[in-house]
């Protein structure tokens, strides 16, 4: 199991950024794919970002072209750049890996877009 703790979300106006950081607890993280996901209040957890151990990236449409998700191995963290953020993008933003069982989840960290 890897510990995940998610941080850098807040609360931002339509069109703003932020940045997500997602600490894993374990060097093992260079070895794993890993994701973004997130929940909004009644509705199931989706994977909106997603990086392969050699970089190769995949998105949601819904946030294609807007969110940019990176990692550094020597850190043990990944992060998520989310640009043009919009009331639909309000939710909690939780990391995992994206192959297997996933690990426990963590807190993960909450995103609002309002004006």
């Known amino acids: 199991q890897v510990q995940f703790v998610e941080s850098g979300g807040g609360l931002v106006q339509p069109g703003g950024s932020l940045t997500l950081s997602c600490a894993a607890s374990?060097?093992?993280?260079?070895?794993?794919?890993m994701g973004w996901y997130r929940q909004a209040p009644g509705k199931q957890r989706d994977l909106v970002a997603s990086?392969?151990?050699?970089?190769?990236?995949n998105y949601a449409d819904s946030v294609k072209g807007r969110f940019t998700i990176s990692r550094d191995n020597a850190k043990n963290t990944l992060y998520l750049q989310m640009n043009s953020l919009n009331p639909d993008d309000t939710a909690t933003y939780y990391c995992?890996?994206?192959?297997?069982?996933?690990?426990?989840w963590g807190q993960g960290t909450q995103v609002t877009i309002s004006s």
């Open positions: 995992n890996h994206i192959i297997g069982i996933p690990s426990t």
């Open positions: 990086m392969s151990t050699d970089g190769r990236t």
């Open positions: 374990r060097s093992v993280f260079s070895f794993l794919a």
